[in-house]
């Protein structure tokens, strides 16, 4: 087993709101389809990495509580982490030290309630 999570779905009741967060967070565009009575906007991910959605739909409810998803924060989470509250969220831990061979990491609450994570090695 190369990764031990392969796929994961950030829940959403306002599906449009949250695409328009991400893809500002993220700077990329989110893709979005209808699927299996879901609505999806996909994540950006390189071919062949692990990969993850934005979903509305029935069973999906936003969250502060349960896993802790970390999202990549690229070079330096400073970055995205400058635009969540731009977009509608709040940083509830800036960007924090783990140590020298771990790098850094930040949390925050997306628009719709959900708790995440960024992680960088700057």
Do not use: C
Not at 10 to 23: K, L, Q
Not at 93 to 106: F, L, N, R, W
Request: proline content about 4%; glycine content about 14%.
């Amino acid at each position: 087993m190369s990764n031990a999570i392969n796929w994961f779905e950030i829940p959403a009741t306002n599906f449009e709101a949250a695409v328009d967060f991400y893809g500002k967070v993220l700077d990329g565009e989110i893709l979005t389809q209808d699927m299996m009575g879901m609505q999806m906007g996909f994540l950006p991910a390189g071919e062949g990495n692990v990969g993850g959605a934005v979903v509305a739909g029935e069973g999906y409810k936003p969250s502060t509580e349960g896993a802790l998803v970390y999202l990549n924060g690229g070079d330096d989470l400073n970055v995205p982490l400058s635009r969540v509250e731009a977009a509608g969220g709040k940083v509830l831990m800036p960007k924090t030290k783990i140590s020298d061979e771990i790098g850094h990491m930040a949390i925050f609450l997306d628009n719709e309630g959900n708790r995440l994570a960024f992680h960088s090695q700057g």
